[in-house]
């Protein structure tokens, strides 16, 4: 078992920055590839971006790539989502996952979950 827990978010105005931070706990947290994906009200879980067991690979979704930059320390087997430039459209529950698949660009490639952190960008 692993577990998660998202931490970070909150309200931020357009144009500024966040950092998410996820911290693992149980299984050997190098062991894995994780992901971000988030979630808006009414909408489907979508992917955001993913970063490999070490840390030598990274994947983005389009609409993120440029503006978030995913990073960990497997040290403190914790993973990150830097989010800059932020839009309103960016506002949605985040989760972070862990898995055996990289890039895993669907949720289902993943079997560990945080339970999510909320991030609200204001206009």
């Known amino acids: 078992q692993v577990q998660l827990v998202e931490s970070g978010g909150g309200l931020v105005q357009a144009g500024g920055s966040t950092r998410l931070s996820c911290a693992a706990s149980g299984r050997t947290f190098s062991n894995y590839a994780m992901g971000w994906f988030r979630q808006a009200p009414g909408k489907e879980r979508e992917f955001v971006g993913a970063i490999s067991w070490r840390g030598g690979g990274t994947n983005y979704a389009r609409a993120v790539k440029s503006r978030f930059t995913i990073s960990r320390t497997n040290a403190k087997s914790t993973v990150y989502l830097q989010m800059n430039s932020l839009r309103p459209e960016d506002t949605a529950v985040y989760y972070c996952?862990?898995?055996?698949?990289?890039?895993?660009?669907?949720?289902?490639?993943?079997?560990?979950w945080g339970q999510g952190t909320q991030v609200t960008v204001s206009s």
């Open positions: 996952a862990a898995g055996d698949n990289f890039p895993g660009l669907g949720a289902n490639k993943y079997e560990y």
